[in-house]
């Protein structure tokens, strides 16, 4: 599990200068199953479910790229300190 941690820490800190140079951190329900790689019913499956943080707009789905990146950093069931540092520093900057 902590291996999983470590190797998505270090694909989203590679992602972050992406993401600087991205003028929106939203994604419609496209956008969020391309950047996590499942497929689109999935994602709508996560809505549904309650597991994928999200906003509604005009019947619009869409995902904020730094709450699903800290969801993503925050569901170990037991991370290190050092992994939760790395979180804060992210969300934070």
């Known amino acids: 599990m902590e291996i999983i941690i470590q190797q998505l820490i270090e694909e989203i800190k590679a992602l ?13 329900v496209e956008g969020v199953a391309n950047y996590l790689h499942v497929s ?3 994602v709508y499956k996560l809505v549904s479910s309650g597991q994928i943080p999200h906003k ?3 019947g619009k789905i869409l995902f904020n790229k730094k709450q699903i990146d800290y969801r993503l950093l925050t569901e170990s069931k037991n991370p290190t300190k050092r992994q939760r540092e790395e979180v804060e520093h992210f969300i934070n900057g």
């Open 16 to 28: 972050r200068s992406d993401l600087r140079q991205t003028s929106s951190y939203w994604l419609d």
């Open 56 to 58: 509604r707009l005009n």
């Open 40 to 42: 689109k019913g999935q």
